[in-house]
């Protein structure tokens, strides 16, 4: 698209224009120019790359959180925790659970699944 070329060509000409002065000022050697433009390159393109990622990385740190609150959840049981499971080795069993949706400003739970059983398996 436009914009994108003409950030590419705005990136290309910001590093000369900065480091220029002092080229022609005989503060700095030529070559001080070319190394100015890969190191602004390399961090422009990593930094690109981070953005490019963030909706996914956002994603993962989601899904991580709500493993670790499964696990919590799992492992203490308590009043609106998970009753009914059961993990033996690398299976997990759940017997005759209910699952409700969380109270949220004062609004009863309601009810999503009752009596449910089912296993997971390594892998699963």
């Given at each position: ?7 590419h ?67 203490s ?48």
């Open positions: 698209s436009m914009v994108n070329r003409t950030f060509w705005a990136t290309f000409a910001v590093i000369p224009m900065l480091v220029g002065p002092a080229y022609l000022e005989g503060k700095i050697e030529f070559g001080v120019i070319s190394q100015a433009t890969m190191a602004f390159n390399i961090i422009l393109e990593a930094l690109t790359l981070a953005m490019h990622r963030l909706e996914s990385l956002s994603d993962l740190s989601v899904r991580l959180r709500r493993l670790e609150h499964l696990e919590d959840a799992l492992s049981p308590r009043s609106g925790g998970i009753h009914g499971s059961e993990l033996q080795g690398s299976l997990l069993r759940f017997q005759k659970v209910t699952l409700r949706t969380p109270t949220h400003r004062d609004v009863p739970p309601k009810v999503l699944f009752e009596k449910l059983s089912f296993e997971v398996s390594e892998g699963q």
